[in-house]
Structure formats: structure tokens, C-alpha cells
């Protein structure tokens, strides 16, 4: 009884979102930290600036937010959800590679070390995705790890303090002129990134103007890659 009078209040909620046509008001929204901090929220100046009157929330844990109760307005994921209650759009996709700081790749070789020496750092099993596994595989030897986390934007910023070297996603990565792809070999497998929205929510006037610029965003990234 209780979950049904609290499913009707979502509902009730998430209508009345759809249907605030202002350009005011928060918005939140569950995504990948590593893509929030470090590829999103640098380029999110010119967004704010034409929308000064929107606040933007970043939901940036590891827990699978319930977009049926509103925990958030919309998710961007790496793994597609199969809740047939979702609209679930394809927005862009990331490609992974082995990056370390260029001084600190200096430095190692200086000690005559092979890139299969370096101490890496990287996630707990838990939290490797099934691309990141294909990488290692393909990387033909056994990571020296000396540091893991839950979270890609740990791995950043301990590659970045060149603490050791780390799988990262390019587009991360490349936000960075100091991290060097270590790997040329590598297949380019790439990962889809879904949006993942409630249809009563998608009308909404403030989320279809950020969906816009995120989806620009991630087209300016993808007409960049390939052409590298």
C-alpha cells in the first residue's frame, strides 16, 4: 500500500516537472564522475551563462539512481538499462587506452623500466566494465597494480599526479596535454553512452536545453576522435 501511494506521488511529481516550461530551477542529473569532473563540467561555462537561472546537480556516485522516483531527472550510463518504463537514447560512446604523464614516463624509462613495470593504477574488479577488461587483455601482460579505486576520476588524478599509469577514457584523458596514450596497438572497442530519461520528465524545458548541449558536446568529441 505504502509503495503504491508513493508510486503515485513520483508520478504526480514527475508530471508536473514534464511540464515546468521556465528556464529556472534545478536539474539533476546521475552520471559517470570522471565524465562529469573532468570532460562536462569544464565546458559547462558557456551553458550557464545562457541559462544563468538553471542549477545543475551532479549525481556522481557509484549507486544506480531509480529515475521512477525521481532520485534524479535523468542518468547517463555506460550500461544500458532494460526498465521499459525509460526512454533509453544512444548519446555518444568512449574509447579507453593506457595513458600515463609524459615526465613521469620519462622518468621511468630513465630507470630502464618496461611499460609492463610501471606501477598501475586502476579499478576494483567490481567496477571494470567488460571494455576495460578487453584493454587489459589486449595490453599482453599483468598489471603491476599499486593503487585501485571504484571510480575512473581516482585513476585521473592519480595518473595526472603521475603516481603510476592507468586505463582512462580518451576523452578524459585527452582534456589533459601531459597524459600520453601508451598503447598504439590497441583496438579501438568503443562503449555506447546512453541517456536515460523518464518520458514525463523529457518535456521538460530546462532538461531538453541541457540534453541539447550535452548531445552537441559529445558530436564535437566524436568529429574529433576520428580524425586522430
Not at 135 to 163: D, G, T
Amino acid at each position: 500500500m505504502i509503495e503504491k501511494i508513493d508510486s503515485h506521488f513520483s508520478s504526480i511529481e514527475r508530471t508536473l516537472f514534464g511540464k515546468d516550461k521556465l528556464f529556472e530551477g534545478p536539474i539533476k542529473i546521475a552520471m559517470p564522475g570522471a565524465l562529469a569532473n573532468h570532460f562536462l563540467i569544464p565546458k559547462m561555462k558557456t551553458f550557464l551563462n545562457e541559462y544563468p537561472k538553471i542549477e545543475i546537480q551532479f549525481l556522481t556516485g557509484p549507486e544506480v539512481v531509480n529515475l521512477l522516483k525521481r532520485d534524479a531527472d535523468m542518468a547517463i550510463r555506460l550500461v544500458r538499462p532494460n526498465t521499459k518504463e525509460l526512454i533509453i537514447k544512444k548519446i555518444g560512446s568512449i574509447s579507453l587506452n593506457l595513458y600515463g604523464h609524459r615526465d613521469y614516463i620519462s622518468e621511468q624509462k630513465r630507470q630502464k623500466k618496461q611499460i609492463n613495470e610501471f606501477p598501475f593504477i586502476g579499478l576494483f574488479d567490481s567496477s571494470t566494465s567488460e571494455l576495460e577488461q578487453k584493454v587489459i587483455q589486449q595490453l599482453k601482460f599483468e598489471p603491476n597494480y599499486q593503487m585501485r579505486s571504484h571510480a575512473w576520476s581516482s585513476v585521473y588524478v592519480a595518473v595526472a599526479n603521475q603516481c603510476g599509469i592507468g586505463i582512462l577514457p580518451d576523452i578524459v584523458a585527452q582534456q589533459n596535454s601531459n597524459l600520453l596514450p601508451l598503447s598504439e596497438n590497441l583496438s579501438k572497442s568503443v562503449m555506447p553512452l546512453w541517456l536515460v530519461i523518464h518520458p514525463d520528465v523529457y518535456n521538460n524545458n530546462r532538461v531538453k536545453v541541457f540534453i541539447d548541449f550535452f548531445s552537441k558536446l559529445m558530436e564535437v568529441k566524436e568529429l574529433i576522435l576520428s580524425t586522430l
